[in-house]
């Protein structure tokens, strides 16, 4: 995998203000935000890099207000680190292509993994699938 690599100001002017906030700063999208995700097969991107992050058949409804995954499409594209912010010890998800800062993954979600990828769906583009 080739690493993806920007100074601060080229990944300002390529992502939209939220978007940079997220990625790049580890910011956290208002819940409910993108509620309007698409149902149609196909398969979410990074949106700093373009990497296939997640598969719309591995998405739930975790009634949380992000869109939830229960695994990532390739676990190589997904890293993880300990994040102590907020008080409290959370498990962080990023693109391991660019670094972005994708969302938290939670040891509630449903089988088959029992796992719950919380991601802002700001950081996210999606891909329909091919017919």
């Known amino acids: ?13 390529s992502l939209e203000d939220m978007a940079f906030k997220v990625l ?6 208002r819940a409910g935000t993108y509620d309007n995700f ?3 097969p196909g ?5 700093g890099c373009g ?6 058949s591995h998405k739930f409804e975790s009634g949380t207000g992000w869109p939830s995954f229960y695994q990532p499409l390739d676990p190589d594209m997904v890293g993880e680190s300990i994040d102590n912010s907020w008080f409290m010890r959370r498990t962080e998800v990023h693109c ?3 670094d972005g800062h994708l969302g938290h993954v939670f040891p509630d979600g449903p089988q088959p993994t029992g796992l719950r990828y919380c991601i802002n769906g700001v950081a996210l583009t999606f891909e329909p699938e091919c017919d």
């Open 38 to 40: 698409p149902k149609a």
């Open 51 to 56: 990497a296939p992050l997640f598969d719309q």
């Open 1 to 13: 995998m080739e690493k993806v690599v920007k100074t601060e100001d080229e990944w300002r002017g």
């Open 43 to 47: 398969t979410f991107l990074c949106k």
């Open 96 to 98: 391991n292509r660019c």
């Open 24 to 29: 790049r700063k580890h910011a956290t999208e």
